[in-house]
């Protein structure tokens, strides 16, 4: 199983807020579990949180804004790539003032700070999303657009294009999240001449340098023009180098914008409070999209926790399905009939449950001095719960059988024995497709889970 993290210890960096100019601090501390990514503002009274998800996210102009109430922190999403970049679960991000700094206008400087204050395993699962089926955004424009496809870890492929002659159609891609410290993070925030223009108009980036930015001028500019962003950059001279880049600046990659904007996604995609597991494609993405589409992941996920923990059973209410009714769902009879009542059941979730006596037949010889109830039992018990569920949305369920084809992950937790009352929980994890069910199967026994285990099977008709 994999643990979630946190940093070992704190660690402080010290920048300029990109838009505001205001000198502020950052300081990363370690956080308990599941507490997930918090930012705190330590120089507003009683010091306020604002936890990092995607229902807080306020404005998406020129970088993502995190709000609760009247407290709000700017420019979030190069620190958001590198904690999920670094595979950190949980921190607090405590800033002296309303806006992230900027630093070099990449996620490194947060990297290698992350790096130094170290990474520790805490006593607590990682909290992944897993997808059900292929999730799209479109644009109403039609000229950005998401697809997530599920998959076995994380993976961001992004192209971009910006119909310009500086900047070429580019891709950039991250098949590995362990890849992003050394070709991602490093990759810095860039400009069109002209929107940096209209920015300086507006009394915005006034934190802004050609050290954090690249600025790409798409058409020659006048010695007026130069002054102009010589004295707002303070710098003596300011000019438009091959590439069409300001002051000579040079590109880490050739694709390097593209490179960017997988980043802004990855700090974005980090606000979904748990790690996606997907290939996510993404074309002409920004921040205003990241975040529409993110939030459709997101309200995916707090669907899925509402099935997490331990399922609450009223066991003197009316079942769904009593045991003979049971018995008109699944083929299986005693000794092999291994759920006693369905107590709950939706489109995508079972709970069922059995009462473990000691007249059960496998405990003559599982074991005669040391009653325990097998394993694999437990596993079919919650497969037969899963059946249940499937076989309830076919017309007639007599006519079909259910066929075990795959058990992933499967883990036992604490021994089972006479006397215990089992409650099972089975949610499907993708929609059923051409009889293919996939689910993800718990038993608990009181508040404790005992076995647990990723299931496949097929769906067959009779004869």
Request: glycine share 6%; with cysteine; charged share 25%.
């Amino acid at each position: 199983m994999t643990k979630q993290t946190t940093i070992e210890k704190s660690i402080t960096l010290e920048g300029t807020g990109l838009h505001t100019g205001e000198p502020v601090k950052l300081t990363f501390q370690p956080a308990a579990a599941n507490s997930g990514i918090c930012f705190i503002r330590t120089d507003l009274e009683g010091s306020p949180e604002v936890p990092a998800f995607t229902e807080n996210v306020s404005d998406t102009a020129r970088g993502t804004t995190l709000s609760v109430n009247n407290t709000s922190v700017m420019t979030v999403e190069h620190v958001m790539a590198a904690i999920a970049g670094m595979g950190i679960d949980n921190i607090r991000v405590e800033v002296t003032a309303g806006e992230v700094p900027i630093l070099d206008g990449s996620s490194l400087p947060f990297v290698e700070a992350l790096r130094k204050a170290g990474t520790v395993a805490l006593d607590a699962e990682k909290k992944y999303i897993h997808l059900p089926e292929v999730m799209k955004y479109t644009s109403a424009d039609g000229k950005t657009d998401y697809t997530a496809i599920p998959a076995e870890s994380f993976r961001l492929s992004v192209m971009v294009d910006y119909d310009s002659d500086v900047i070429a159609p580019q891709y950039a891609e991250l098949p590995d999240i362990d890849q992003f410290a050394v070709e991602i993070a490093p990759c810095r925030t860039f400009v069109f001449l002209h929107e940096l223009e209209q920015l300086v108009d507006n009394n915005l980036v006034r934190g802004g340098d050609l050290d954090n930015a690249i600025v790409f001028v798409e058409k020659m500019i006048t010695d007026d023009q130069m002054k102009r962003l010589a004295t707002f950059f303070n710098k003596p001279d300011v000019r438009v180098e091959k590439e069409g880049i300001l002051n000579n600046v040079t590109l880490y990659h050739p694709n390097e914008p593209a490179r960017h904007k997988l980043l802004d996604l990855l700090g974005d995609l980090a606000l979904l409070g748990g790690t996606l597991k997907a290939h996510v494609i993404a074309r002409c993405p920004g921040h205003h999209y990241n975040s529409k589409f993110s939030s459709n992941i997101r309200k995916l996920f707090l669907e899925q926790l509402n099935y997490t923990g331990v399922p609450t059973v009223d066991f003197d209410a009316v079942p769904v399905y009593d045991v003979e009714q049971i018995k008109g769902l699944l083929p299986h009879r005693p000794p092999f009939l291994l759920v006693d009542k369905v107590m709950e059941m939706s489109e995508k979730h079972v709970v069922g449950m059995k009462n473990v006596t000691m007249n059960e037949p496998f405990f003559v010889g599982h074991f005669p001095k040391e009653a325990v109830m097998p394993g694999v039992l437990q596993v079919e018990a919650l497969a037969q719960t899963g059946g249940i569920l499937v076989l309830s949305a076919v017309d007639d369920p007599s006519e079909y059988i259910t066929y075990f084809l795959k058990i992933d992950n499967v883990r036992f937790r604490k021994r089972v024995v006479p006397g215990d009352t089992l409650v099972f929980r089975c949610v499907l994890t993708e929609p059923v497709r051409r009889g293919l069910c996939k689910m993800r199967g718990e038993a608990y026994v009181g508040k404790t889970l005992v076995t647990e285990a990723d299931m496949m099977a097929q769906i067959v008709k009779k004869g």
